[in-house]
C-alpha cells in the first residue's frame, strides 16, 4: 500500500512492539525512491553500495561524502513520505566524533535525510551515543561489514564461532544502548540474527540473515537485475530489468542504423 504520511523513527519503534515486519531498500535516485514509496517501502537507504550498483568501483572504499550527498539529495526531492537514511562513508565518522557530528549534519541538511547509518558495534557506541544526543537518528551496521573489505580481504559471514556470535550479540546491544533506532544485520547465520533480534527492543533490519529479522532490506539493482557481475546468494532478483535495457538498445541501435528510427510519428 502507497505511503501516505510522513514516516519518522516512531513508525519503527510501534512495528517492532506489534511485531510487524518492516520493508527497506538500498535505492539511490528519485525516481526509484517515488515508485518504492507508492509501493509501500517505508525506509529508504542511500547505501554506499552506490560506489559498486551505479558509480562502477570495486568496493565502497572510493565513495566520497560528495557522492553521497549528491544521490541523497535526488531521493529526498524523489520521496515524500518514506524514511530516508544516508549511508556515512568511509572514513567520515571514524577520525573524530566531530567530524561525525559536522558529516551527519550535511546528510539531514544538503542530503534531506532523516537519519544516517553507520558501520560497526562496540567500537562505534560512543560516535552513536554523540550523534543521538546531538538530534540525529542512527541506523547501526553490523555482522558483514563492506568497509572493511581491506582489512578483511573478501566478504564473509560473520558470526560462525561462538565468540564472534557473542561479539555480535554485544555489538547489537551496544549500539541500542547508545540510542540506534535500528541496526542492520548484514549476512549472519539465521538463528543468530533471529537470537539478536529477540534481545533487541529496537528493529533488527535484515540482509542475507534470514526470516527472524524485524524487517529485511534488499539492494534496488540486485532486485531488478540491473548488474553486470554477480547476484550476491542473499539478493532475490525480482525483475531482470538488464536484459530488457539490452534489448531496447539493441532494438534503438538497430533501428537508427537501419534508418526505421525516427518514424513520421517521432518527426516534428
Ligand atoms: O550500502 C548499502 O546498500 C547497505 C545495505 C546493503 C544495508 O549498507
Given amino acids: 500500500m502507497a505511503l501516505d504520511k510522513k514516516l ?12 510487524e ?5 538500498s535505492l539511490y535516485d528519485a525516481p526509484t525512491a517515488k515508485f518504492a514509496e507508492e509501493c509501500g517501502v517505508e525506509l529508504l537507504l542511500v547505501g554506499d ?18 557522492d553521497m550527498l549528491h544521490h541523497c ?11 530516508l537514511v544516508g ?3 568511509f572514513m567520515s565518522y571514524h577520525p573524530s566524533s566531530e567530524l561525525a557530528l559536522l558529516n551527519a ?13 553507520i558501520e560497526g558495534g562496540r567500537t562505534v557506541a560512543g560516535i552513536v551515543e554523540r550523534l543521538v544526543k546531538a538530534g540525529v537518528p542512527v541506523m547501526g551496521h ?35 544502548d547508545a540510542g540506534a533506532f535500528a541496526v542492520v544485520l548484514e549476512c549472519i547465520p539465521a538463528e543468530l540474527a533471529g537470537e539478536i533480534s529477540g534481545k533487541l527492543s529496537i528493529p533488527s533490519i535484515g540482509i ?24 550476491p546468494r542473499h539478493a532475490k532478483r525480482y525483475a531482470n530489468l538488464g536484459h530488457e535495457i539490452k534489448g531496447a538498445l539493441k532494438s534503438y541501435a538497430e533501428e537508427v542504423k537501419s534508418s526505421r528510427f525516427p518514424g513520421k510519428e517521432h518527426s516534428v
Fill in 8 to 19: 519518522t523513527v516512531r513508525h519503527f519503534a510501534a512495528k517492532k512492539k506489534k511485531g
Fill in 21 to 25: 515486519k518492516i520493508c527497506s531498500v
Fill in 49 to 66: 553500495s552506490l560506489g559498486m550498483t551505479v558509480l562502477g568501483y570495486a568496493n565502497t572504499i572510493p565513495i566520497t561524502m560528495e
Fill in 73 to 83: 539529495a535526488a531521493v529526498a526531492r524523489g520521496a515524500k513520505f518514506a524514511f
Fill in 87 to 89: 549511508d556515512m562513508p
Fill in 105 to 117: 549534519a550535511r546528510f539531514l541538511q544538503s542530503g534531506g535525510m532523516d537519519a544516517v547509518k
Fill in 142 to 176: 553490523i555482522g558483514l561489514l563492506p568497509q572493511n573489505i581491506l582489512t578483511e580481504g573478501a566478504y564473509r559471514v560473520a558470526g560462525r564461532s561462538r565468540e564472534e556470535a557473542k561479539g555480535l550479540i554485544e555489538d547489537a546491544m551496544a549500539l541500542q
Fill in 208 to 231: 542475507g540473515s534470514g526470516p527472524l529479522c524485524d524487517g529485511q532490506i534488499q539492494v534496488i539493482n540486485d532486485m531488478l537485475g540491473l548488474f553486470t557481475d554477480h547476484l
